[in-house]
Every structure is written in structure tokens, then in C-alpha cells.
């Protein structure tokens, strides 16, 4: 079964759908069977690999609400190994129309079960707060990855966030575990980064990985192209901080494979 990680904080401008697109991307060039859902209605991770989300017809959203099958959904990617679940605008009515459905926490979990077992890692790119559609999303997840940028306010939230999670593993999903916390957006040359990654790394020392996401324009630049940063630019500091991770995440799921 595929392991299954979403990608949440609700605070905006973290690096959040970079982090989905890209850490899902770099595990399928590592050879990962790796499926990404796209559950931001903005549907930045679905235009990002290259899909205008105007022309999505089935999304996410009609397998959650109307029970759509996922397998129809999926889209193969132009990444060898990486599949796509994407999203569009309609996802924003979804919240308000789950809120009288039977276990409607549960419904992403359901979504999902039935294609776990043809991918490594699932990715899951959530929306910027911690609506029904997130708690979805973590309630359907074994762990999570927190990106937090290395700017001032970064750890604003972050404890909000630490409580929903703490919530949904009480009484939604006891198996729901910290992946780990990502620091983004990284700017060697400004003492506030250094400042940031010591405190977090000080509050949350196991809880954080050893890759630090770079502040990078072909990081920004990819998702215009429509191409993640492995395909736009492989070589550079971007690509290779996502390359680590996605190692770091693989290793420490005991999945590194063999040179």
C-alpha cells in the first residue's frame, strides 16, 4: 500500500503547492510510482504539472461528493512515473455540500483506498486553511509534511495547526503521524533565515528535515512553464533541494532503493 502524505499548513505563502508539485515530481524521477491530488481548489499544482484547470471536466471534487471513480480521474503525467487527481474552482463548493453527507470526513480516505495499491507515495496538496476539505486530507493521510517559510511570523500558526493535527489523530486517524517540518524559501544571505531555521530547529529538532528548501527563481519560474523544477531546470539548487528530500523522505521510510 502507497504511502500516503499530505502537504497542509493553513497559513498562505509558505511554499505549500511548490512543496506538493515538486516533492511528488522527485520521487517519481527517483523511480517512486507516485500519484499527486490536487486538493486546492486555486488548483495551482494542477496548471503547475501543466494542465489548464478550466478544461477540467472530473476532479477530486465529483469523486468526494458524487462518488465519481478515481481511476477515471487520474492523469498520466509528462514525468515518467507521476500521475495527477486534479483539482478545479468547483472544490470550493464541496466543503458546504459535504457538511450534511454520512462520515463526511471520511470521504477522501474511501477515494483513495481504492488506488493505494498501485503507487509508492500518494501526495496530497491541501488547501490553505483547515476546512473539511484539509481535514479530509489528513484524516486520509499516514503523516504529514509542514513547510514553514524562513521568514518572520514563520512560526505563526504553526501551533493551530500542531492542534488540529492532534484533533484529527484522537478521533479521525490514530495512525496520523509528523513527517516532518520543511523550511522554505531559505535566503543564506539574510540573518532572519539563519534566525528562523535555528528556532524551529531548537523547538522541533526531531521534528524537522535536514533539507532547507533555497529561495530560487527557477522555483518560481517552473509552474509558469507548466513543468515542475526537475524537468525546468534538474541541475539547480532548486531541483536538487526537492531531489534530497524526496531521498530523505524514501530513507526514512525505508524505501531508499539500491545504486
Do not use: W
Not at 505563526?156 to 493535527?165: A, M, P
Request: hydrophobic share 40%; with cysteine; net charge negative.
Amino acid at each position: 500500500m502507497g504511502k500516503v502524505i499530505a502537504i497542509a499548513n493553513q497559513k498562505g505563502g509558505v511554499g505549500k503547492t511548490t512543496t506538493a508539485m515538486n516533492l511528488a515530481a522527485s520521487l517519481a524521477v527517483l523511480e517512486y510510482k507516485t500519484l499527486v491530488i490536487d486538493a486546492d481548489p486555486q488548483a495551482n499544482t494542477t496548471s503547475g504539472l501543466g494542465f489548464d484547470p478550466k478544461e477540467i471536466e472530473t476532479s477530486i471534487y465529483e469523486c468526494m461528493v458524487n462518488e465519481s471513480d478515481i481511476n477515471e480521474i487520474i492523469i498520466s503525467t509528462e514525468i515518467d512515473h507521476l500521475d495527477l487527481v486534479p483539482s478545479h474552482i468547483d472544490l470550493v463548493g464541496a466543503e458546504v455540500e459535504m457538511v450534511n453527507l454520512e462520515d463526511r470526513e471520511e470521504k477522501m480516505r474511501s477515494v483513495i483506498q481504492e488506488v493505494r495499491d498501485r503507487y509508492d507515495f500518494i501526495i496530497i496538496d491541501c488547501s490553505p486553511s483547515l476546512g473539511l476539505i484539509t481535514i479530509n486530507a489528513l484524516t486520509a493521510s499516514n503523516s504529514v509534511v509542514i513547510p514553514v517559510q524562513c521568514e518572520y511570523f514563520a512560526l505563526e500558526g504553526l501551533g493551530k495547526l500542531l492542534n488540529t493535527i492532534k484533533i484529527i489523530q484522537t478521533r479521525l486517524n490514530q495512525e496520523l503521524e509528523i513527517e516532518g517540518i520543511l523550511l522554505t524559501m531559505y535566503d543564506v544571505r539574510l540573518r532572519l533565515s539563519n534566525q528562523v531555521v535555528e528556532e524551529v530547529r531548537m523547538h522541533f529538532k526531531d521534528m524537522t528535515f535536514d533539507t532547507i528548501i533555497p529561495r530560487n527563481v527557477k522555483l518560481s519560474e517552473s509552474p509558469s512553464f507548466g513543468m515542475p523544477v526537475v524537468a525546468f531546470d534538474a541541475t539547480g539548487k532548486g531541483a536538487v533541494a526537492y531531489l534530497n528530500l524526496a531521498n530523505e523522505i524514501a530513507i526514512k521510510n525505508g524505501m531508499a532503493k539500491e545504486n
